[in-house]
């Protein structure tokens, strides 16, 4: 993830943040001992940031006042910083002291089992697989299992998207839908696609469950849809989403920001 690339972006976004407060009496040094940085640097952020639009001032001096264009930056940085963090949580959290599974045959304490995942679910067995883990208690086939010593990697390939984009009840919601179309991507084997099978289906908005009912296609996904078809497919899945009109791209800059592969499909009926 692109963030604070350039030299000096964070110094930015922090002088920014404290001008944004309009303390009425801020000075440059204020700025300097908040930062623990020198107030000569200070003034040449400043100076950068005053001829960059970002904040105004009277000969360039106190007191500062932030410009819309600042408080769009600061917005889209403050933005992007707490997407970064959360991902480094969630990575973070993969080093917790104890993992939980699906034990798939009875499993002792203190044996080492393999880990794999299958349908998006982590499971334990004593196969040996590329991540291995030591077993806590005693558990029966199906049981959650506690894990700890976690060593190797976990084998998961990043599955896919597919988004069919339907037509907005403006334009004829389903009866202007290609049917055939959606159906024939529906029972096809998706090898076109590089894949073998979709695991989850996803329906956003009115026109899309109605098309899903139509089918007869089995919806697992109808909330937070974007975040939803991310999290499956870092969990291995492939997912198949109907979206109306343009709420398709939102779902597409989510999917590029995570680098989630993915295909359009239109199943607009020709005018």
């Not at 400043?46 to 408080?71: F, H, M, N, V």
């Not at 080093?95 to 880990?115: M, N």
Request: hydrophobic content about 40%; overall charge neutral.
């Amino acid at each position: 993830m692109k963030i604070f690339k350039k030299r000096g972006e964070m110094t930015h976004f922090q002088i920014l943040g404290e001008i944004s407060k309009q303390e009425p009496h801020l000075r440059q040094k204020d700025i300097a001992e908040r930062l623990g940085i020198t107030v000569q640097a200070v003034s040449e952020n400043i100076k950068t940031l005053i001829d960059e639009g970002y904040i105004t001032s009277k000969d360039g001096r106190a007191p500062y006042k932030i410009s819309q264009k600042g408080i769009a930056k600061v917005k889209k940085d403050a933005i992007s910083l707490r997407k970064y963090s959360d991902d480094v949580l969630e990575t973070m959290n993969y080093y917790k002291s104890v993992w939980p599974a699906i034990a798939k045959e009875d499993l002792k304490e203190g044996e080492q089992v393999g880990l794999y995942m299958e349908e998006g679910i982590l499971f334990a067995d004593k196969s040996q697989q590329s991540a291995s883990a030591e077993v806590l208690i005693d558990v029966e086939k199906g049981d959650d299992v506690p894990l700890s010593s976690l060593t190797g990697m976990i084998d998961l390939k990043i599955g896919q998207v597919i988004i069919v984009t339907l037509p907005t009840i403006k334009q004829g919601g389903s009866r202007s839908t290609d049917i055939e179309l959606v159906n024939l991507l529906y029972q096809s084997d998706y090898k076109n696609y590089g894949i073998n099978k979709i695991d989850k289906f996803g329906a956003m908005g009115t026109v899309s469950r109605v098309v899903a009912n139509r089918l007869n296609i089995p919806i697992d996904i109808e909330f937070a849809i974007s975040s939803s078809c991310i999290s499956a497919a870092k969990k291995g899945l492939n997912v198949m989403i109907f979206v109306v009109g343009d709420m398709a791209k939102g779902i597409i800059k989510n999917l590029e920001d995570d680098n989630i592969k993915f295909y359009v499909v239109d199943a607009h009926l020709p005018l």
